[in-house]
């Protein structure tokens, strides 16, 4: 991490930090006192857009449902598989909760992020101690990506939007597929707003894989 003045925040970002068993203790021997922001989303949604991702890059990879299950017929669901297995959040969490208390941890919802990105700033910018300079006037939806988009509202520059390899169409997905999946990930969902005190209600959500999902 560079050198942090008085009054500086620095800030670094990587998705992998929160799955990786290692990175709790390493990260509390640099700096015990560190602020923690975690983004999460319904966890079957991320599992469709990681597959996404993946398909883009290695379009020969079998289908979605095939790589979700160890034995379809049965329904036993491979939790193994990465895309499945990170969102597990209660399990990772309390990996953190060892060497980090939740008073340290800030966590964003996906899906707010979204339709209110500007709140989920506010939240943001409270949880780090800053003033609330990030407001509605930063930000313009973009609908062809179906993410919201950062501006300047002081001048009139080309809004910074999320690159290429964000905003792809999800693959349609067997409705059944995702039926056993939001099944699967429900007790673990539950576990996890009551870790964190936030109901994230992701059980809501009866079509994971809408026309409109990207990722």
């Known amino acids: 991490m560079p050198s942090t003045l008085e009054g500086q925040i620095t800030m670094e970002k990587t998705p992998s930090y929160f ?12 700096a015990r006192d560190i ?18 991702q993946t398909l883009s890059k290695r379009p020969e990879i079998p289908t979605f449902e095939v790589l979700a ?6 329904g036993l669901i491979d939790a193994s598989w990465s895309a499945l297995r990170i969102g597990i959040y209660a399990l990772h969490l309390e990996s953190w909760m060892q ?12 899906e707010r992020l979204i339709v209110d990105p500007a709140g ?13 300079i990030v407001t509605d006037k930063h ?6 990506k179906g993410f919201p988009c ?4 002081e001048d009139s520059s080309t809004p910074r939007c999320l690159g290429k390899s964000k905003g792809r169409t999800h693959p349609k997905i067997d409705p059944d597929v995702i039926r056993r999946l939001h099944k699967f990930y429900k007790p673990f969902n539950m576990m996890f707003y009551q870790m964190t005190g936030q109901n994230f209600q992701w059980e809501l959500e009866e079509d994971g894989n809408s026309p409109g999902s990207r990722d």
């Open 69 to 74: 299950f160890k034995n379809r017929t049965l």
């Open 35 to 52: 602020k923690l922001i975690i983004v999460v989303r319904n966890p079957v949604t991320r599992a469709i857009s990681d597959y996404t």
């Open 99 to 110: 060497y980090f208390p939740l008073s340290q941890m800030h966590f964003v919802s996906g």
């Open 120 to 132: 989920e700033m506010a939240k943001v910018q409270d949880f780090l101690g800053l003033k609330r």
């Open 139 to 144: 930000f313009y939806f973009n609908k062809t």
């Open 150 to 153: 950062l501006k300047k509202p």
């Open 19 to 30: 799955v990786t068993n290692s990175a709790p203790k390493r990260i509390h021997s640099m």
